[in-house]
Structure formats: structure tokens, C-alpha cells
């Protein structure tokens, strides 16, 4: 299954190859040459490389790791079981052992992040925790005060590299894959979802069937996002719809509360409370604290009280 999914085919396996701006790359190359990794908190948004580098990390100092995401695992159960009956063994080689937890943004702050607190002291003698995620203010302090914070956010000079570097990556995998492609496309499909390398890989190899990428699909890229949070909300699935909105958190949100409307216009049983509603939370966004919050309260609101077809 892994070999058939673009992403987990061509995962860089260790730091060099890792597309990174140089002054985050430098962080982990110093830990491969010092073959010791510490407690780490890896922030950034989603598709930016977090696991990838936690992975090759691992890999490339050859240690034994379990990886655990947070947003489907978020429980305490999978403390005392997964976590505890992994770093509490030694392994083979005598080496130390990495606990990578992704994700780590989605676990109780209450219940569940404090435990990890205490699971990073009792298995400090041969286990290390890395974790991921894409709202590093959702982290307990005491976790941060414990770990190396590294943020992947690009700074606005280093968009452009790596940018150029995703572009010569992607252009790699599709002649390996020998699909026929247009750069101009590909190119219109990275600046889409950029920087989420995960995202534009997935919608490039979902395109690719045909074993064409050229511009008829270009009509359909500015649909992909909106079809899959209406059919979330049809669902009633909160947790894809939560991820939806992650994924497009950097996206304007005035922009964004249009196109919900219209797309859901023609599907609800009542119009005329819809436009109530996304006005609502429209208006609140131009000074509301936090995008997400309010984004995801609005569609909370949707999957509550309206019924879509």
C-alpha cells in the first residue's frame, strides 16, 4: 500500500534530502553528526515535513521508533499502552528509543498532554519524544520548557527556494512515474497548496491517472478543496471537517466563507438560514481572534442545523 501512495514512494529517507530551508535543515544535520536525539517539538503547518524529518532522523541514526498520531489516538489509553510498553524496553542495540507522536496539537491539554509530561521523565534513560504539530500555542508549556522547538514557518525570502525545490522534486516523481505533464500546470498546482509538499503530491498523483497532467484540470484544482469539505458536512464528520480546516487556514477567510456559501446555496434545506448563518460568522471574522476557531465554529453551526443533500 505504501509503494502505491506517491508520499510514502518517495518520503526522503534521511536529513540531506529533506527539502528544507538551511537554517532549519542545519538543526537536524547537527544532531546526526552528534548521534544523539533530544526531546523535540516540531511546529509548522501541515505537509511542511515534520514527520518526514522525524523519520529520517530515526532512520538515518538507525534507532527504533513508534509513531502515533495524535488525531486519531488522543486518548489516555494510548499512553498506558502504545507509549508504555514501547519505552519501557530496551532496544536491541542498546540504543535510545524515539517515540514520535503527531500530531501532539490534537491530544487533551488537560489530561493527556500533562501524562506525556510525565512520560518524558520517567523513560528519559532510553527514550526520546518528538513531537509534531501544526499550532505549537495548543502545547502545554511544560512540554515546550522540555523539548528543542523547532518552527518550520518560512520566513518570506525562503518561499521562493523552496518553492523552486518542491517544483524540481515534483517534476522528479512524474518522471519517474512516466506521466506526461505541463510545468505550467504543476506549477499552478504547487502554488495552490504551497508550502503543503503532502497535499500537492497527493492531488498530483490523484490527477495523474490518466497519465496525463495538463491544463484540463485546471478547472477542476479551484473545486477539489470545497467538494471535500461539503461532503464532510453531509457526513456529519466532524473530524474531516476539522482537518479541512487546517488545511486552508492560511486561505482568506473572507474568500473562504463565500465559496461555502456557494456551494452549499443549492444543497440545504433552508437557504434562507444559511445566509444567516455564514453572514454571521463572515462579520465576526474581520476581528475575531483566531480564523479557526471561528471557521470551524461556523461549520459547526452548518452540520447542526441544517440538512444538505
Sequence with gaps: MNEFLWVEKYRPANIADCVLPDRIKQNFEEIVKQGEIPNMLLCG?????KTTVAKALCNELGVDYILINGSDESGIDVLRT????????????????????????????????????AFIEEFSA????????????RIIEPLHSRCAVIDFKLNKDEKQLIASKFMV???????????????????????????????????????????????????????????????????KDFKKMRQWVANNADTDPQGLYRK???????????????????????YKSAFVADQEINLTACLVDVMANLDIK
Design 169 to 235: 522534486r515534483l517534476k522528479y516523481v512524474l518522471d519517474e512515474e512516466n506521466i506526461d505533464y505541463s510545468e505550467k500546470v504543476v506549477a499552478e498546482l504547487l502554488m495552490k497548496y504551497f508550502p503543503d509538499y503532502r497535499r500537492t503530491l497527493n492531488e498530483l498523483q490523484r490527477y495523474s491517472k490518466s497519465g496525463v497532467i495538463d491544463e484540463g484540470i485546471l478547472s477542476n484544482i479551484a473545486e477539489v478543496n470545497i467538494k471535500g469539505l461539503v461532503d464532510s458536512l453531509k457526513d
Design 82 to 117: 502504545k507509549i508504555r510498553d514501547f519505552a519501557s524496553t530496551v532496544s536491541f542495540g542498546g540504543q535510545t528509543k524515539v517515540v514520535i507522536l503527531d500530531e501532539a496539537d490534537y491530544l487533551n491539554p488537560n489530561s493527556t498532554q500533562p501524562a506525556l509530561r
Design 45 to 49: 503547518t501541515a505537509g511542511t515535513g
Design 126 to 137: 532510553n527514550c526520546r519524544f518528538i513531537f509534531t504539530c501544526n499550532f505549537k500555542n
Design 260 to 282: 461555502i456559501y456557494d456551494s452549499l446555496m443549492d444543497k440545504v434545506s433552508n437557504p434562507a438560514h444559511l445566509v444567516l448563518l455564514v453572514a454571521d460568522y463572515q
